[in-house]
């Protein structure tokens, strides 16, 4: 029998798509970014404020820029704000990694200073706790290390680090009004951007989603390369300024967030600023990979920590204290792209006792601020259909056991914010929240109805500071059911402005995805969409900067113990 013949169309359509392959190989190889760091000056810099941050936070290359005088290879930037006691004011340190999670070396000229970023940075943070008052928790400063995704790096005008100026802008603006901390921010860069192209142009783009395979694996070195020596390195200079405030929270009986609403701004933030040292940790995309990579470890240990420090509290044999240490206060991944069978260990080990011990009960009775929170949304085409169609190719081979096989296939091909079986949460507005009728009726917060656009960031943080302790209030009246459900859904606050099509929703709904959630469980995982997070790369959504800010306001008391 004759074999087909195939069609002189289809011929030359496969001519054509070979053909286009190969140049987008082509042209990947020869437009390859250069291994090298970006930051190789470690002078003192001269004033690096950010030229426009209006509230708009317009996606433009002005927003989040520094003026020309502020080199674009410094190591770490200053940024003086708007004057005295006008907030906005913070330290930016950069740290850098190779493609092989290593710190570049010293000795080659084109590196420049690049060998000394982490030790700088590092060495501003052991002066800034030398010159503090510790012992009466008056430490001036909180630490925020964001580590940037796929298709970016440490450039001056790179969208990661104008977002990240424009972060730590507004984190320095809440703590003119509450805890009066400097901010320290170090932006981790590593060779994210596979080419040295444009991606704005759409062929550059396509060019760039070339290198996902070799960036996905990069991503994986960095996080298990040098990143942990820094990060345990913050960890512990975060602990010994925090010693004494351990000892006292463990000390009190009374673990509870309990300020009246009602008092000054500076009395609500008065137990969210007892904590001396405070770190967030942010990644973003293959950042989060990163992040993730670097700390799970640690964190499914911290709990276990806790679960062991409870069993031993009982029998009064215990000198350690029974709060949730952690990796930072708050863990933060934004569309991350990370297989959710990486994630399942620590959601397991955050939900219950998987040895089905008898302080299973009093584990998760206990509430916790978030650990660790990623939040992804529905919009993100390249978590949700991208990166299960490259799973597909790394994963060929996989065997699945029967009974559980279509649930582990699931995991190995999406990542932890797409894979249903492991959200926890929904972060929607109220008007999308009571279409789904989850709820019989979502009423829109009346305290967030008080602010706007033209809210200065003081009555914002007074807003949201009462919000929180309100929520903590009401907490703590269903201190020992496991799943309080009364308190939900959960409402954060924003300006209004969210979308043309409902102009006037104040805040965001957050609801747990079904009744078996354990509420009080310190790892979020958030299925959010349009118009709280529109793509994979919406950094610059100012109603994803109210989420965040919010929730780096709470995670200033970390371990809230209701009993």
Not at 65 to 94: D, M, W
């Amino acid at each position: 029998m004759n074999a087909p013949v195939r069609s002189a169309t289809a011929s030359f359509a496969n001519r054509v798509a070979a053909q286009i392959v190969i140049a987008l190989l082509a042209a990947t190889l020869s437009s390859c970014a250069p291994l090298k760091p970006y930051r190789t000056i470690a002078e003192a810099p001269v004033d690096c404020t950010p030229i426009d941050l209006g509230s708009d936070m317009p996606d433009d290359p002005s927003f989040g820029a520094v003026p020309t005088a502020c080199a674009p290879n410094l190591i770490k930037e200053v940024s003086s704000g708007r004057g005295a006691g006008q907030g906005g004011a913070y330290e930016l340190h950069f740290v850098e990694y190779d493609d092989q999670g290593m710190l570049y070396p010293s000795g080659v000229a084109k590196y420049g200073q690049a060998h000394q970023q982490a030790k700088l940075f590092l060495s501003d943070l052991r002066k800034e706790l030398l010159n503090a008052d510790v012992e009466s928790g008056n430490t001036p400063y909180s630490v925020v290390i964001f580590v940037h995704g796929w298709k970016n790096n440490a450039r001056s005008d790179n969208e990661n680090v104008r977002w990240f100026r424009a972060a730590l802008t507004q984190l320095s603006d809440v703590e003119e009004v509450t805890c009066h901390r400097k901010i320290v921010g170090a932006y981790v860069g590593w060779r994210g951007a596979g080419t040295s192209l444009n991606t704005a142009h759409i062929w550059n783009d396509l060019i760039e989603d070339t290198t996902f395979f070799s960036r996905q694996r990069a991503a994986t070195r960095v996080g298990q390369g040098e990143i942990r020596e820094l990060l345990a390195r913050v960890r512990a200079i975060e602990d010994e300024a925090d010693a004494t405030w351990i000892r006292t929270k463990a000390a009190s009986k009374d673990r509870t967030h309990n300020v009246a609403p009602s008092r000054p701004l500076e009395d609500q933030a008065g137990a969210l600023c007892q904590k001396p040292v405070r770190v967030l940790i942010v990644g973003h995309s293959f950042g989060g990979r990163i992040v993730y990579t670097a700390l799970a470890d640690a964190m499914i240990r911290d709990m276990e920590a806790l679960r062991e420090r409870i069993r031993l509290e009982k029998t009064e044999h215990s000198n350690r204290p029974a709060v949730l240490q952690r990796e930072g206060d708050v863990v933060i991944a934004i569309s991350p792209a990370i297989e959710a069978t990486s994630f399942v260990p620590l959601y397991r080990t955050a939900a219950s006792d998987p040895l089905g011990g008898s302080d299973t009960q009093e584990y998760i009775r206990q509430y916790h601020t978030p650990m660790f929170v990623s939040i992804t949304s529905y919009d993100d085409v390249a978590t949700r259909i991208a990166y299960p169609i490259a799973a597909h190719v790394t994963t060929l081979g996989y065997l699945y056991p029967k009974g559980d096989r279509e649930r582990e296939r699931r995991a190995a091909l999406e990542t932890l914010g797409q894979d249903q079986d492991y959200v926890s949460y929904r972060l929607m507005l109220p008007s999308q929240e009571k279409r789904r009728r989850q709820f019989e009726q979502v009423i829109p917060d009346p305290l967030c109805a008080t602010i706007n656009r033209s809210t200065s960031m003081k009555e914002r943080a007074r807003v949201e500071l009462q919000r929180t302790n309100e929520f903590i209030q009401q907490l703590g009246k269903y201190a020992w059911d496991a799943n309080a459900a009364e308190v939900y859904p959960r409402q954060f606050c924003t300006d209004g402005q969210v979308d043309k099509e409902s102009p006037e929703e104040f805040s965001m709904v957050l609801a747990p995805v079904s009744d078996k959630i354990n509420l009080n469980s310190p790892i979020w995982n958030i299925y959010t969409s349009h118009p709280i997070l529109n793509d994979h790369s919406d950094l610059l959504n100012p109603i994803l900067l109210d989420f965040l800010r919010q929730l780096y306001e709470e995670g200033g008391s970390p371990n809230i113990q209701l009993q």
